[in-house]
């Protein structure tokens, strides 16, 4: 079936602009998540939605970022007045419940580059 | 202490060999585990959850020690396409929360 899939695949934006990324997991999947990865560096959690639920928004870095997802489809990413900082590798994924486990299956990320 | 830690190699090691990555985790309410492997500019990939009991996926087996809170991932007979970062990943009580390790990279050689 389909996997995980996010738009757009590269984003090159101005210093100050606003993005907005986009993450299409897989149908069923009640679980999404995203993740930023800087160049050479490992997975920094950023934030999780659980169906209804209240999402976790404990790893965003700052309020420039926020996140919204419709039910259990897709989710968007926004980051508001980019700095160059915030040049990363964009991660989603999505899990379902499997005997107690939640394995998460992640899209092909969106590479972010502030210029 | 970072909640997910690991050695950050890179192992290098000849096809065939026999390699061991572990893993250590503070959070002693953790409850499930998982071992991902990720190629250079590609994403995270599931290669095997972690039980309690232990448990094998053809040249892989993954171990638990909660006691010590630590996962091991064995490779036995490396192939050049095992040569990736490989995650280990701690989900808090409740499944959802989700911490990542820094990764092990693997380069297996000809």
């Known amino acids: 079936g389909a996997g995980v899939s996010q738009s757009p695949s590269n984003k090159v934006t101005e210093k100050g602009k606003d993005v907005e990324l986009r993450c299409d997991p897989i149908?069923?999947?009640?679980?999404l998540y995203w993740y930023r990865q800087r160049l050479g560096q490992g997975l920094e959690f950023l934030i999780y939605?659980?169906?209804?639920?209240?999402?976790?928004k404990s790893g965003l870095p700052s309020d420039r970022f926020s996140a919204e997802r419709t039910g259990e489809s897709v989710s968007t990413l926004t980051i508001q007045r980019t700095q160059q900082e915030d040049s990363a590798v964009y991660l989603c994924?999505?899990?379902?419940?499997?005997?107690?486990?939640?394995?998460?299956?992640f899209g092909p990320g969106t590479r972010l580059t502030v210029t | 202490r970072k909640e997910v830690e690991q050695d950050p190699g890179p192992f290098n090691v000849p096809e065939g060999a026999t390699v061991a990555f572990n893993c250590t985790y503070s959070?002693?309410?953790?409850?499930?585990f998982f071992w991902y492997r990720q190629d250079c500019r590609k994403e995270p990939k599931l290669l095997m959850s972690?039980?309690?009991s232990g448990n094998e996926d053809g040249r892989f087996t993954a171990q638990l020690n909660r006691a010590s809170q630590y996962i091991s991932l064995l490779i036995r007979d490396s192939k050049l396409s095992d040569s990736a970062t490989y995650l280990c990943?701690?989900?808090?009580?409740?499944?959802?929360?989700?911490?990542f390790g820094a990764g092990t990279r693997l380069f297996v050689k000809a």
């Open positions: 994924a999505s899990s379902v419940r499997t005997s107690g486990y939640h394995e998460q299956y």
């Open positions: 149908s069923g999947h009640t679980a």
């Open positions: 939605f659980q169906g209804n639920s209240a999402p976790d």
């Open positions: 959070n002693s309410a953790s409850q499930s």
């Open positions: 972690v039980y309690s």
């Open positions: 990943v701690v989900n808090e009580a409740g499944g959802f929360k989700t911490i």
